[in-house]
């Protein structure tokens, strides 16, 4: 079936420090990829996306783009701050008859310090 | 300000007792699911529903039922709650695969 595999955490860095978290994934369609974060007590917020193949996905400094061959869709920023600590998530989604779920990798924490 | 809305946010129950968790959206989704978050399992889907009155399974959907009367609600009823559905519970609602999801702010329920 369907899945995503993201890279396992915590991750812990330093401000300013450069952010790769790897997400890949199995699909039988042409599903979109998406990136949600989860602040501490907080609830799931749309990062960034990107819907066909070698689109590139951005938002906040954060990038990620859409590798069909090698089913990719890693996150970077090249500066992180205190305020991006926080829980990422890796996602696809299409449509499968009625029902458009999203699948998802399990998540990495990353925490970055002052 | 386009959201869903979530209530509770938190709850604390015993088990057996009916519980309904609201969900509210104001964007004229079509579709909207629920979600709970376990610890090393990820977010796994209850139901879901493609519009008014049109509902389905997901993938645990065992000890829920939802309904959906009007298009902006779909609330999660736990008629005989366990305490193996203590969880965090999601609610979500998009437009398309395309432009994503937008989630509530969560329930959490613990079942005692």
């Known amino acids: 079936g369907d899945s995503v595999t993201q890279m396992e955490g915590p991750v812990t860095l330093s401000e300013e420090a450069f952010l790769t978290i790897n997400c890949t994934y199995t699909?039988?369609?042409?599903?979109?990829l998406f990136w949600y974060v989860q602040y501490p007590g907080e609830g799931l917020q749309l990062l960034l996306k990107?819907?066909?193949a070698d689109d590139k996905g951005s938002n906040k400094g954060f990038e990620a783009t859409y590798r069909k061959e090698t089913t990719s869709f890693h996150l970077e920023k090249g500066s992180v701050q205190v305020s991006d600590s926080a829980v990422y998530f890796c996602?696809?989604?299409?449509?499968?008859?009625?029902?458009?779920?999203?699948?998802w990798g399990l998540g990495t924490s990353l925490a970055v310090n002052p | 300000e386009a959201q869903v809305t979530q209530n509770p946010r938190y709850l604390i129950t015993v088990t057996g007792k009916k519980l309904t968790v609201t969900c509210s959206q104001n964007?004229?989704?079509?579709?909207m699911s629920w979600y709970r978050q376990d610890p090393g399992l990820g977010l796994r889907q209850i139901y879901y529903?493609?519009?008014?009155?049109?509902?389905d399974k997901g993938d645990v959907p065992e000890g829920y039922k939802v309904s959906r009367k009007e298009k902006r609600n779909f609330p999660l009823i736990l008629e005989s709650p366990s305490p193996n559905q203590t969880s965090l519970y999601f609610c979500?609602?998009?437009?398309?695969?395309?432009?994503?999801?937008?989630f509530g702010s969560g329930t959490r329920l613990t079942v005692v």
């Open positions: 699909a039988t369609g042409y599903p979109s």
């Open positions: 990107a819907t066909k």
């Open positions: 996602a696809l989604t299409y449509n499968a008859g009625n029902n458009r779920k999203l699948i």
């Open positions: 979500a609602s998009t437009s398309g695969t395309a432009y994503g999801y937008t």
């Open positions: 529903s493609m519009n008014v009155e049109v509902t």
């Open positions: 964007m004229n989704h079509e579709y």
